[in-house]
């Protein structure tokens, strides 16, 4: 087939990952040391998790796919959080007596980089989510050079930045909303639908329980505009930083 298209294998990225339980898993690794797997005339390397249209993949599962993806980000945007903070301290950036042009970087340079396809991450956890809050943070406390004792709640509404909990839900709600305006006949609104049906607890369950936090309709079943669920998202947000 490879050579039918004319396509040669990328001996450095084609691996493979092995999803199941822990003894299925340590099974088919034994079988493939016998019979290893080969592509193109060569043999492809098994790999815990790899990197998937910007996400981290662990055959471990979603968890630790989203555990692996946050920790990679935050790992690659801590320099250019630090090179923010070295601009806010020139004299220049400080012209009008705040902090809101390093902000400003922050939220269009930062933020889209470490919650891109944050609407995925079905299943994020509490602790993750308080990872990402805690990066957030600490950002601020070194913007404003403030000492780790700082309380959160004085940090939230000094630095007036909006929680990573909304802002990830935010986006769910919006790609669910988006979603259930596509035609009936299309495979992901499809899979919602199901899911709601049977109970599965995934994207449309999680939304479910957001909208009725806020006090919105179930996005599934009706049609809420991106300013209601913005307004309904900026309240909540605005009430946990008080």
């Not at 599962?61 to 692996?68: A, E, N, P, R």
């Not at 700082?150 to 990830?168: C, N």
């Not at 909208?211 to 913005?230: A, F, Y």
Request: aromatic share 6%.
């Amino acid at each position: 087939t490879l050579m039918r298209k004319q396509l040669s294998v990328n001996h450095g990225k084609c691996k493979y990952l092995i999803v199941g339980p822990k003894k299925f898993r340590e099974n088919t690794l034994k079988e493939l040391e016998k019979e290893p797997m080969i592509m193109g005339g060569l043999v492809i390397k098994h790999a815990g998790s790899e990197k998937y249209l910007g996400d981290w993949v662990n055959e471990l599962g979603c968890k630790q796919s989203i555990d692996d993806t946050i920790k990679e980000r935050m790992r690659k945007l801590t320099s250019k959080t630090n090179d923010i903070i070295m601009l806010a301290d020139a004299p220049m950036m400080g012209a009008d007596g705040t902090s809101m042009a390093a902000i400003k970087l922050y939220e269009a340079t930062v933020v889209p980089a470490l919650l891109f396809n944050s609407e995925s991450w079905i299943g994020i956890t509490e602790a993750q989510t308080n990872e990402l809050q805690g990066f957030q943070d600490k950002f601020l406390r070194k913007l404003m050079h403030l000492p780790t004792s700082t309380p959160k709640a004085r940090l939230h509404w000094d630095g007036g930045m909006e929680l990573m909990k909304w802002r990830i839900a935010r986006q769910e709600l919006f790609f669910l909303r988006k979603l259930m305006l596509k035609d009936d006949n299309n495979i992901c609104k499809r899979a919602v639908i199901n899911e709601t049906l049977i109970g599965t607890e995934g994207l449309g369950h999680e939304c479910k329980a957001l909208t009725d936090t806020i006090g919105l309709p179930n996005i599934v079943h009706n049609q809420v505009s991106k300013g209601d669920i913005t307004n309904a998202i900026l309240e909540h947000s605005s009430a946990g930083t008080k």
